[in-house]
Each structure stands twice: as C-alpha cells, then as structure tokens.
C-alpha cells in the first residue's frame, strides 16, 4: 500500500514530533450500488461513471445515445468505502479531523461503521470530527442517494408553493428539479449539454491529526487607501485552538521584494478563534500592479506569514500576492438615459472582451491542469481578456483562478444559480451560506476575479415570467429572491470581501434593480446594466439588428463540431443533418433549422448527392455562419464603445457565448476540436452565395516541423474564402482558421497540444474551402 503522508508542520527544539500530520485518503476504493450486485475499484478523486468506464463495465459515456443508456448509474444509490490503517500512533493526537475538499453531492458518510456526517452540497468543504472513533486500523463509506431521487423528495417536501421549473424542456432530454440540489446545475442537462448528475468524491479528501492548535483558513485581499496613496494588505488566518491554555506567540508577515517585514503579537483562546491582521505597504515603496492581458504586466509579490507560537510551534504559509484595484462604473452618460456600466482597473477603464465559460467536461475527474492550461492559453493567444465562470456550471478548481492571474485573464464569477427560481427554506439557505462563505474565502485573494454576480438569468426569469406565474403570486417569488441573493449572498460578499463589487443577477440593471427594490421591471434594458441577446431569425450581418447596451455579458450562435470531433461518438448511420443521432444530439428547440435558415441567408446550401459529403458540407457551414455571426454582433459591440446613437451605446463589454464544449454536440461554442475564431477581418461587398465567378479552389499543404510548432505551407490556385484546416483527432491550435485566402500561399503555424509527427498530421489533414460546396 502506498502511503500518502505528509508532514506538514514541526515542533522546534528536539524536532522528532510533529505538530500536525495530513494522510491522504486518494488512490482506489471500493464502490458498489444500493443491491450490492455490482462492486468495482475506482479513484478518488473520481466519479462511478469514470470508474465503470476504466473497468470496462460502459463505453464512453459521449457515444451515440449513452446518455440516456446510462442513466440508470446516476439513478442509482452508489457507495464508496475504503479500508486503511493510519501510519502514526493516534493516542498522540489531541484532534483528528475528516476533510473533505469536494462530495458530489448527497451523501451519509459512516467512520468505522458510527455515522460522523451527511453531506448536501457539491460547492462545500466539509470537516468532521473522528477524534473519538479513529483507530489504528479504519474503515470509511461514503453512502450516496441519487441526486436526481433526493431533488425529486426535496421538491415534493416543499408543499407551501411550487418551485419552478419543474423539469427542463423535453428537447434537453435531463432530470427534474435541479434546483433542489446544490449541485453542478447543468449536470441534469442543458441546452447545449448531456445529463449526467454524476456521484463521488470528486475532490481530495485526507486526515488531519494536530496539537496545540491547527490553521483551517488563511486568506488576504490588497486594499488600496486613496486618502493616504498606499497600499495595505488584510490577512485573515482561523484557527482551530485544542489546546486547554491559551496559546501566545507572535506572527511575522515577510514580502521581501516590496521590502516588508512587520511582527505582531497574538494570543489564541481556545476554541474557533480568526486572527486578522492588517500589513501596510510603505508608500515609499513602488508596489508594481496586476493588470489584465493587454494592459500590462501580471507582477505579483511573494509573501510568507510565519506563526511562531508557544511550545515551539511554528505555522508557515506561503502565498503571492497581486496588486490591483477594481471599480464598477455606474454613472449618468452625456446624451443618454440611464447609467454607464464599466470596469476600472487600477484606476483606468477596461473594454472587457472575451466569452462564457462552462465546465470543460461533465466528469470533472477528466478536467487535468494541462487541459486547463491549453484552454486558457487559447483565450490569451486570441487577444481575450476575460470570462464569465457561468452560473450553471461549477466553481473552478484552484488551478484555473492561479492560471487567470498569471495570464492576465479577468474573471466575472458567478455564484452556481442558473436559470430557476430556488426555495429559501432554513435548511437550503444554511447549505448555501456555508457554500458562499467557503467560496469566498478560498477565492478572494485572486486578482483575475473582479466581480461576483448573484445568478445566471434568474432576476430576468422571475420579471420576464418565464415560468408563467400568477401576478397575485408574484411577491411570494419576489420575496423568496431577494431572501437568497440580497439578504444571504450579498451580505456574506460584503462581510467577506471589500476588494470587488457584487451584483446580483446576470443580466441586470445594477443601481437601477437596487432602486427598484432589488428586481426591475426589465432587467435586460439597454440603458442600465449589462445584458443577454440572442436573435436566431433576423439577418446576423445587419449590426441594426444588435442592441446598443452598456455591456453585452451574453451573446451567440449555434454551430456543430467538426466531422472529426464527431466521427468518435458516432456510427454511420447516424452522418446526416436529420439523422436520429443527429436529433437526439440538439438540445436547443428548432435549432437545426435555425442553423440552416441563418446559414441560407448568406450561403448556398449543400446540394451533393453524396449525403456524407453534404453532412460534412452542412457542419462546414453552420460553423462558417457561427464565425461570422459572432465576428459582425462582436464588431458591433467595439464599436459602440465610444460612441452615444439615437441615445444608445457606451458599450464597455463583449463576452460572447461560448468558449467551450462539454461534450461532441450543436452548441453555441467557439473552441470544439480546439481551435477558435479567425481573428482575420474582411468585408464583402455581397453575400456569398451571389457571389461570381468563384472557380473551385485546389488547396495543397506542405508540413514542416520546426521545434514543437509544424508549419503548414498552403498553396491555392484559386481564392478560397473560409479556409478551413482539420487535423482530425490530434489536438492543438492553429494560428489562423476560417480565414480568406486571396494570396496564392500563405503560412499557418500548428501548436500541437500532445506530442504529435509529421507523419500523423500528413494523414490526419484535412482542407475545406466555401469553393468545394460551390
């Protein structure tokens, strides 16, 4: 058995005892369903769809029809349990916790067969107490209930009123009441997404033994003093004191390149007890700030805290420190109602550009650090400087903020609501105060987090009666809103973080909701706030159709995925337009014909014989239309920035909708078979389909390597609009796609993302022009 133990902190002096030891719980453990007729090894971190999937109990869980196949697994009530013997003497400890990082979601958890706990919460952090049941040898189960069965009892429980909706659309073929559960929201299905509400232990869970006391947080902000010109530092540090006497000592905070040391003096009761601590910044000092991609250099300051406290105890941490400051605009605009919504940094007004994020896979355990890093560096390479952490999705693991603050990438972070209205009875509203309370704390010190909104689209669902409720009912949802995102989540922002603004939904009016008493009468107005837009009939490339907002926070178009990306998950049967598989795989109503009919307004459709061609020829297009749909609404969102028509504009913001897929299907995303938009710009004179005199384009490609980059040397004996280069499975980024080539050669870099030949990308390329439909 391989041992995870770390010893974190040592007593000085003789040094021989520890004064806290950490044994890591990861690696396999047994699961089993509610009959016990089914019994598997999995990993934790993990889920039972990945452990059934690597023993080779289900396929791909992305094949064909497999979500809906599947869905007995997240019907079921799974168990993981593990039997382990503890590598240290336990009599020695005064205290040994349970930690657990990450429980999706329901679960009993029993500790050598005596119940220690339940958990209801994916977004949580959880600790328990095991100090009286731990032995030398132990045994731990996590007892799941379906969390599609326990959302279906909590909305039959609330007897008082309806909770909407109760289901998604038909369309989204997911499970019912998700907003019963604090889970990741999209994991019942989506309008661009599968369902699969998984179950496990998707973060790390370990023991924790000390003595004398123990460090459970430890968190800081920068807070810039305009009044005095100089920056401080808060740091906030709790406790956990077991020790029977106060525990004394002193605390020495050290930042050496801003050429800082300052010592305090502390005294620990026992109990629960929070150290705060507050650093300044000599003004004499020149404090380099953070600033986003574009606009600067990501400086940041490594910090250490030393707690150096009785009996030898030393306590150290170390962190890096970013200095920024962030404002939300609000103000009257010269020549136009309402108020302006824009973003300072560090005193100087940003344009935010970029896209929505969601979840990069429905089974976190597949989501690696490199995966993040690729995705990431992708937003980077294409002159991005934000995204929005949607509402439906997840919390992002630590990794990713680490990534924003290093890449310069500004993160809007949404609170996990999306698209309903949600109960506040006493025990659903503890649950999400301690989610929001952790959140915040592990959060706050990232600088690429410059906002926290409430919600996904709920202040428009319940305004614009999206769930068709009664006028007289009305203020019994009113209430119920403003109880969960003003009266708890917004007074936990502003008691636990002062160095960004809140809002309290996505869209909305911002000042204008407040005065309006936290709910406006058109939360998506063009004059106030930001908004979401999407218009699937009128004609994209007419910008008249575009609303002159202050910020566009949402805005899009669909697209299928490449062949290729397809090819995987899919039979032949199933390569065409109006295929089962191609049906079953579209989750937003009409959204084929949508497609097709915006595609038709500017292209001319495919009308091969060959129906793989013309299913090739089809997903070529509607991707060709995504492009230029996006490019012209995105245009047109610049261009209002600096500029008041007809009483309109001052736009401020542009993030389109979305960045990424969740799995191989018709979605609104820019980065599916991992490439994203051209950043090249062109106009034409006409539309293409009118277009004369196109001659069919001969396009050939010689590949070369140079270090880890090929270069692709691309020849045309003819002008090729929309060139489009695949390489089928082999991931990476070109440095240009969907572009114009009116040159006859023209250079396109490839960044491999795995290590990848020459040889395969001969065989894997693949080239398509408009000119081969035409």
């Given at each position: ?165 109760d289901c998604p659309p038909l369309v ?328 960004r603004p809140f809002i309290t939904s ?109 299913f090739k020829d089809t997903i070529y ?154």
């Amino acid at each position: 058995m391989r041992l995870h133990l770390l010893l974190l902190l040592a007593l000085c002096g003789a040094g021989t005892t520890a004064a806290e030891l950490s044994y890591s719980l990861r690696g396999n453990w047994s699961i089993c369903n509610g009959n016990g007729s089914l019994e598997l090894p999995g990993a934790v971190p993990g889920c039972v769809h990945s452990a059934l999937f690597q023993q080779g109990l289900i396929q791909d869980s992305y094949y064909r029809f497999n979500d809906l196949n599947y869905r007995w697994v997240s019907l079921d009530n799974w168990t993981y349990s593990k039997e382990f013997k503890i590598p240290f003497e336990i009599s020695k400890w005064q205290k040994v916790n349970l930690i657990l990082e990450g429980v999706d979601t329901v679960s009993k958890i029993l500790f050598n067969e005596v119940t220690i706990g339940e958990t209801d919460n994916m977004f949580n952090r959880y600790s328990f107490d095991i100090t009286n049941v731990v032995r030398d040898v132990n045994s731990i189960e996590l007892r799941f209930q379906s969390a599609v069965l326990y959302a279906a009892q909590q909305s039959k429980a609330h007897t008082r009123y309806q909770v909407p909706p109760d289901c998604p659309p038909l369309v989204q073929k997911g499970e019912c009441h998700v907003n019963f559960v604090r889970k990741e929201q999209c994991s019942f299905s989506w309008d661009w997404g599968p369902s699969f509400p998984t179950q496990g232990i998707w973060k790390d869970v370990r023991i924790e033994a000390y003595n004398i006391c123990h460090l459970n947080y430890f968190t800081f902000s920068p807070i810039y003093d305009k009044s005095a010109q100089e920056w401080n530092l808060e740091i906030e540090s709790t406790f956990d004191v077991v020790s029977s006497k106060p525990v004394g000592g002193q605390v020495i905070v050290a930042i050496p390149k801003l050429q800082t040391q300052q010592t305090y003096n502390i005294e620990l009761q026992p109990g629960k007890r929070i150290v705060e601590l507050f650093v300044n910044i000599s003004k004499n000092i020149t404090v380099e700030t953070w600033w986003p991609h574009g606009h600067g250099n990501q400086t940041g300051y490594n910090m250490t805290v030393l707690f150096e406290l009785d009996g030898g105890l030393n306590i150290e941490k170390s962190a890096k420190v970013y200095f920024r400051t962030v404002e939300l605009i609000e103000e009257p605009i010269k020549g136009s109602p309402g108020l302006s919504f824009y973003f300072k940094i560090n005193g100087f007004p940003i344009f935010l550009k970029g896209s929505n994020w969601i979840p990069a896979d429905s089974f976190q355990d597949r989501v690696t650090s490199e995966l993040l890093r690729l995705l990431l560096q992708s937003v980077v390479d294409a002159n991005m400087n934000t995204l929005r952490v949607w509402g439906g999705g997840i919390y992002e693991q630590d990794e990713f903020y680490e990534l924003c603050d290093e890449l310069g990438i500004m993160v809007w972070q949404d609170f996990m609501f999306a698209c309903a209205l949600y109960p506040t009875d006493q025990g659903f509203l503890d649950s999400v105060t301690a989610e929001v309370a952790y959140q915040i704390k592990r959060l706050k010190s990232h600088p690429s987090i410059i906002i926290w909104s409430g919600n996904n689209e709920n202040e428009e669902a319940l305004m614009m009666n999206w769930y068709h409720i009664s006028f007289t009912d009305r203020p019994i949802y009113i209430k119920d809103y403003v109880t969960l995102y003003v009266k708890n989540i917004r007074e936990l922002v502003l008691a636990g973080d002062k160095s960004r603004p809140f809002i309290t939904s996505s869209p909305t009016n911002g000042a204008e909701t407040v005065a309006e008493g936290w709910v406006s009468q058109n939360p998506n107005s063009n004059y106030f706030g930001d908004v979401h837009f999407y218009d699937y009939i009128s004609d994209c490339w007419n910008w008249k159709v575009f609303p002159k907002a202050r910020f566009a926070s949402e805005y899009g178009y669909q697209s299928w995925p490449s062949f290729s990306t397809l090819e995987k998950v899919s039979s032949t049967e199933d390569w065409s337009f109006n295929s089962k598989f191609s049906l079953h795989r579209q989750h937003h109503e009409g959204g084929n014909k949508q497609m097709l009919y915006q595609a038709g307004l500017h292209f001319k459709l495919p009308q091969s014989t060959d129906p793989l061609r013309t299913f090739k020829d089809t997903i070529y297009l509607t991707q060709v239309m995504q492009a230029q749909c996006v490019k012209t609404e995105t245009e047109f969102y610049r261009r209002s920035r600096s500029e008041i028509v007809d009483q309109q504009g001052h736009t401020m913001g542009a993030l389109y909708w979305q960045l990424n897929d969740i799995w191989q299907a018709p979605s609104w995303a820019s980065l599916a078979d991992h490439e994203l938009l051209s950043p090249t710009n062109y106009h034409f004179l006409s539309s293409p389909k009118e277009a004369v005199g196109l001659c069919k384009a001969q396009i050939t490609a010689i590949i070369s390597q140079q270090g880890d980059v090929f270069v692709f040397d691309l020849e045309t004996s003819a002008v090729a609009p929309f060139v489009w280069l695949d390489v089928g499975s082999i991931p990476g980024r070109f440095s240009d796609n969907g572009f114009l080539m009116t040159e006859k050669t023209r250079t396109i870099l490839f960044y491999p993302w795995e290590p990848t030949s020459k040889n395969e990308l001969e065989r894997s390329f693949h080239v398509t022009s408009l000119t081969d439909i035409y």
